[in-house]
């Protein structure tokens, strides 16, 4: 037996929320509970990605054990400061509420690969993390080129669908790929260690880890797709101009594309499946007279990731470029 209180709740809720919602193998809905000693480790993942925490607590009885994780999260919020103990069923106990779970032998829950030839990253894992979640947007969502369908980390930390890409300094020697799927899952709190193996990123601290497993596969040569030499140049106000395409986009058909017209009448065209119009004017100081179709929901992505007042956008004859201190955005021309 041990006992929990409202202080590890962030921990609980953090690990059991790495478990699989809907999986065919139902062991990894479950967190595992190893109680030994005084302390007790909480292990959860979807096969992709697996979190593990470790609990200093005083344990009266040994115990492995795993249940549902989000019935385990639940029943621990419904209570007060519970113990937990083992009697065939897992008991979650706080004055009168009582919760018995369902628990399966520990032996049958999967265990996550080993890693192969880990390497230790000499960057802090909180700007791996915050180069990897500011480039996700970016990256393909159920692409059948698998290796799309997550985020790079080397050199630079790079996302992409082939229509538009987002790229920032990162600065790590080797190179992996990380699932979309890892990506969302990594909480913003690490600390500690980062590690990249053959087959596994982790993150390790003291009674914490997070490990995931790498995409497999050569990723898109990047570099070659950002331009570098433009025939035109716009500046616009950031707040401005977003207003503008938001407005742009009301009126879009589903793709979301729209008409850029730049000069000394700027404007955007967007018209909808139903002939619907819309024309919004906005300044800018561009050096000529010309138009591209863009997605307007990838250039309002692309915008979001810049913080200064004023947007250089520059263009080639088939994709529109915004390069500022910490990233670079690439959009490919869109049909209208």
């Given at each position: 037996m041990f006992t929990l209180t409202k202080e590890h709740a962030n921990i609980i809720?953090?690990?059991?929320?790495?478990?699989?919602?809907?999986?065919?193998?139902?062991?990894?809905?479950?967190?595992?509970?190893?109680?030994?000693?005084n302390a007790v480790t909480l292990t959860a993942g979807d096969g992709v990605v697996q979190v593990q925490r470790t609990i200093s607590t005083e344990v009266t009885s040994n115990f492995s054990v795993a249940v549902n994780a989000q019935k385990f999260n639940q029943a621990f919020?419904?209570?007060?400061?519970p113990s937990v103990t083992l009697k065939d069923q897992l008991i979650v106990k706080s004055g009168r509420r009582i919760f018995k779970l369902h628990a399966i032998d520990a032996d049958v829950y999967p265990v996550f690969p080993e890693?192969?030839?880990d390497k230790k990253l000499g960057i802090d894992p909180l700007t791996i993390i915050d180069s990897i979640k500011s480039v996700s947007f970016s990256a393909a969502k159920n692409?059948?080129?698998?290796?799309?369908?997550?985020?790079?980390?080397?050199k630079h930390a790079v996302g992409t669908n082939g229509h538009?890409?987002?790229?920032?300094?990162?600065?790590?020697?080797s190179s992996a790929i990380l699932s979309i799927e890892a990506v969302n899952k990594i909480p913003d709190d690490i600390?500690?260690?980062?590690?990249?193996?053959?087959?596994?990123?982790?993150?390790i601290d003291d009674g914490y880890s997070f490990k995931c497993k790498l995409i497999q596969g050569k990723y898109v040569s990047y570099e070659r797709a950002i331009p570098s030499k433009f025939n035109h140049a716009v500046t616009?106000?950031?707040?401005?101009?977003?207003?503008?395409?938001k407005a742009a986009k009301i009126n879009a058909p589903d793709t979301g594309n729209v008409l850029f017209s730049f000069g000394p009448e700027s404007k955007i065209t967007s018209r909808s499946s139903k002939n619907e119009d819309a024309s919004i004017g906005f300044d800018c100081d561009?050096?000529?007279?010309?138009?591209?179709?863009?997605?307007?929901?990838?250039?309002?992505?692309?915008?979001?990731?810049?913080?200064?007042?004023?947007?250089?956008?520059?263009?080639?004859?088939?994709?529109?470029?915004?390069?500022?201190?910490?990233?670079?955005?690439?959009?490919?021309?869109?049909?209208?």
């Open positions: 809720k953090q690990v059991c929320n790495s478990a699989a919602n809907r999986h065919a193998n139902q062991s990894f809905e479950c967190v595992l509970i190893e109680a030994s000693e919020n419904s209570c007060g400061n890693s192969v030839g692409d059948v080129r698998y290796m799309l369908n997550g985020v790079y980390i080397g538009r890409l987002c790229c920032v300094e990162l600065g790590i020697e600390k500690g260690d980062a590690f990249l193996s053959e087959n596994v990123f982790s993150i616009v106000n950031r707040d401005d101009f977003i207003d503008a395409v561009a050096d000529g007279e010309f138009e591209m179709g863009l997605n307007s929901s990838y250039l309002l992505d692309a915008l979001n990731t810049i913080q200064s007042d004023s947007v250089l956008i520059q263009f080639t004859d088939s994709q529109a470029c915004i390069i500022n201190d910490t990233s670079v955005n690439v959009i490919s021309m869109a049909k209208f």
